[in-house]
């Protein structure tokens, strides 16, 4: 059985911080492309964040360029989204996401379609 359980979810502030962690378990986690996603109710998912099975490489969306940082450990088997200057707009539900084997982050890499394996979300919200 593959385990994404996303946590460190919350409400803040408008230019506050946030951190979500991905705790993974069950399959290879050191051999997985990872992302981040969010997704509001009725509206399409959205890839945020993407990093490579080394963590080497990363990719992110335009939205949150300079404001949040993906970042990966694999001994613990975990997976982090640093999350600053956080805006009203980047409240919704937050998903992790993995699928095994290499990767080199792209655009490519923030289609949803492109990972096998999610977690349940954490809910971000931001006041203003």
Do not use: H
Request: hydrophobic content about 30%; aromatic content about 10%.
């Amino acid at each position: 059985q593959v385990q994404l359980v996303e946590s460190g979810g919350g409400s803040v502030q408008a230019g506050g911080s946030l951190r979500l962690s991905c705790a993974a378990s069950g399959y290879t986690y050191s051999s997985a492309c990872m992302g981040w996603f969010r997704q509001a109710p009725g509206k399409e998912r959205e890839g945020v964040a993407v990093i490579s099975t080394d963590g080497t490489s990363t990719y992110y969306a335009d939205s949150v360029k300079g404001r949040f940082t993906i970042s990966r450990d694999n001994t613990k088997n975990t997976l982090a989204l640093q999350m600053n200057t956080l805006k009203p707009e980047d409240t919704t539900m937050y998903y992790c996401a993995a699928r095994l084997g290499w990767c080199r982050p792209s655009s490519a890499l923030l289609l949803a379609n492109f990972y096998n394996y999610w977690g349940q979300g954490t809910q971000v919200t931001v006041s203003s």
